[in-house]
């Protein structure tokens, strides 16, 4: 079982940076598929970047590719999102999940499907013109 906390988020000119932090609490001795997610107004949630924290990925939406970065730190229970080049369009409530992976579902599988069983509240960005 695992309790996601998002923080890190705020407000920032387009062509910016940001880095997201996914704090993992009450039992982590588990791998998990972990990723990010982000929902902006009047649009449906989706996938931004995702990892095995037990060695995969990372998988990363066309729309990010070459401009956020994923990452982790196992020791620190603590997932990263490294945002540059920020765009008006970045701009939404971004939540960190977790979900559990076997032979029939991979991280990558996850990613896709958004079925993840563990969701963080969300930390807003915000990217202004």
């Known amino acids: 079982q695992v309790q996601l906390v998002e923080s890190g988020g705020g407000s920032v000119q387009a062509g910016g940076s940001l880095r997201l932090s996914c704090a993992a609490s009450?039992?982590?001795?588990?791998?998990?598929?972990m990723g990010w997610f982000r929902q902006g107004p009047g649009k449906e949630r989706e996938g931004v970047a995702a990892i095995y924290t037990g060695g995969g990925g990372p998988y990363y939406a066309d729309s990010v590719k070459g401009r956020f970065t994923i990452s982790q730190d196992n020791a620190k229970n603590t997932l990263y999102l490294q945002m540059h080049s920020l765009e008006p369009e970045d701009t939404a409530m971004y939540y960190c999940a977790a979900g559990g992976v076997d032979m029939w579902t991979t991280c990558s599988d996850l990613f896709r499907t958004l079925n993840f069983g563990y969701w963080g509240q969300g930390t807003q960005v915000t990217v202004s013109s």
């Open positions: 009450t039992y982590t001795a588990r791998h998990y598929c």
